[in-house]
């Protein structure tokens, strides 16, 4: 049986994403791409740029980047950010740096955007802003000491809702599959409609 045969795609798609999550969201539900690319490209927040605008471009420009070394092919992308308020919050490098945006995190409300774009082999791009939005508990310091060690908030944006941090969300809001990294949803409606 063909990998995609449940979905009876006629061709395949390539992930433009090195993301774990992402891959393991596809394959939840039986989506293999048929190659994972890892895109080069500038992930600076422009000046004034929204979380939104910023997700949306930074996908479409990992779509771009591959679809340039794969032509003619189905291109799957997508940028996940944390914001409160207007302000993106960046992936943290450090434990201090993880420890500063789970302090601003902390008993608050806070969105969690993830911006898709896909490719289709015409050329045509389409893609979406899923929003969602997490409110944390008021973290204490044990809290904090405990989502550092777990050391869960490496190479992700902000942290893994599917992990420790899970004991600590009062409030979840939007697409699960969003917040891990890739809206199930969105992808495999407009892969059906590409694809078919």
């Known amino acids: 049986m063909n990998k995609n045969e449940l979905w009876k795609f006629k061709a395949g798609f390539i992930l433009a994403s090195a993301s774990v999550n992402r891959r393991a969201l596809l394959d939840e539900v039986r989506l293999v791409p048929d190659k994972i690319v ?8 422009l000046k004034g ?7 949306k471009r930074i996908s479409i420009e ?11 092919t189905c291109i799957v992308a997508a940028d996940t950010v944390l914001a409160a308020g207007r302000r993106i919050i960046r992936k943290a490098n450090t434990a201090d740096e993880a ?12 969105k969690v ?5 896909i490719i289709a082999p015409n050329g045509k791009i389409i893609s979406r802003v899923n929003i969602s939005c ?23 944006a902000g ?4 992990g420790v941090l899970s004991s600590f969300v ?3 809001s939007g697409s699960y599959s969003s917040i891990v990294g890739l809206p199930i949803y969105e992808t495999t409606q407009i892969l059906r409609g590409i694809l078919k």
Not at 49 to 55: C, G, M
């Open 99 to 110: 420890r500063n945006n789970l302090k601003l995190l902390s008993g608050r409300s806070h």
């Open 134 to 156: 997490v409110t944390l508990k008021k973290l204490d310091e044990d809290d904090i000491r405990v989502i550092i060690e777990s050391e869960e908030w490496k190479g992700v």
């Open 38 to 45: 890892s895109p080069e490209i500038d992930e600076e927040i």
């Open 62 to 72: 990992k779509a771009k980047a591959v679809a340039k070394e794969y032509p003619n």
């Open 49 to 55: 740029e929204t979380p939104a605008r910023y997700v």
């Open 113 to 117: 955007l993830t911006g898709l774009a």
């Open 159 to 162: 942290y893994k809702i599917d």
């Open 170 to 172: 009062k409030k979840l």
